[in-house]
Antibody, heavy 120, light 109 residues
Framework: QLQLQESGPGLVKPSETLSLACTVS??????????WAWIRQPPGKGLEHIGT???????YYRPSLKSRATISLDTSRNQFTLKLNSVTAADTAVYYC????????????WGQGTLVTVSS | QTVVTQEPSLTVSPGGTVTLTCASS?????????PNWFQQKPGQAPRALIY???NKHSRTPARFSGSLLGGKAALTLSGVQPEDEADYYC?????????FGGGTKLTVL
């Protein structure tokens, strides 16, 4: 049974770094043709793609976040992580991790989401 | 900055048919944008419905269908059920990053 689960602090101070992990069970992060993404949703607003990392470690980022975001694979824990530095209140959102396949296919395997609030 | 536009809200009667659309600020949407559609209900994670324009996931009800219509991606619900009331998001691929539309709030009334 493939499952994704986000984890990390629910509260981050302004100007600090937001760090989240997505633990994947049921499939290896390095399985051929797998893609792993972070998507966020500010309260009461729509979805926003942050970035994607492929099974080879190639990354793609939303242009407006590219300078602040880093997504990486931790194969020893079968996790992929998100670091977003210099956060502001505008980064307050529910953060989801998700699993994709080639051919533009986002699967139905998403984490349940974790709320991160940026506040002093 | 690329913008993906959806109808903010639509209302449909139970049993009726409704089409939601997804437009790109860069021009006509084609299959090369691999349109995906998601349904989200309050307090829940998005649920994937359609990928690569027309393909359904295994749990997608038959009444949902995807297509290209007039230069946009489209999601059609035929025989709408009360449980279809939700927010619907499209996502388009731009050669690396994906961009989500702002979402359509579908009311079944």
């Amino acid at each position: 049974q493939l499952q994704l689960q986000e984890s990390g602090p629910g509260l981050v101070k302004p100007s600090e770094t937001l760090s989240l992990a997505c633990t994947v069970s049921g499939v290896s992060l390095t399985s051929s043709n797998s893609y792993w993404a972070w998507i966020r949703q500010p309260p009461g607003k729509g979805l926003e793609h942050i970035g994607t990392i492929s099974y080879t470690g190639t990354t793609y980022y939303r242009p407006s976040l590219k300078s602040r975001a880093t997504i990486s694979l931790d194969t020893s824990r079968n996790q992929f992580t998100l670091k977003l530095n210099s956060v502001t209140a505008a980064d307050t959102a529910v953060y989801y991790c998700a699993y994709g396949l080639p051919g533009g296919q986002w699967t139905d395997y998403w984490g349940q989401g974790t709320l991160v609030t940026v506040s002093s | 900055q690329t913008v993906v536009t959806q109808e903010p809200s639509l209302t449909v009667s139970p049993g009726g048919t409704v089409t939601l659309t997804c437009a790109s600020s860069t021009g006509a949407v084609t299959s090369d944008y691999y349109p995906n559609w998601f349904q989200q209900k309050p307090g829940q994670a998005p649920r994937a419905l359609i990928y690569s324009t027309i393909n359904k996931h295994s749990r997608t009800p038959a009444r949902f269908s995807g297509s290209l219509l007039g230069g946009k991606a489209a999601l059609t619900l035929s025989g709408v059920q009360p449980e279809d009331e939700a927010d619907y998001y499209c996502a388009l691929y731009y050669g690396g990053p994906w961009v989500f539309g702002g979402g359509t709030k579908l009311t079944v009334l």
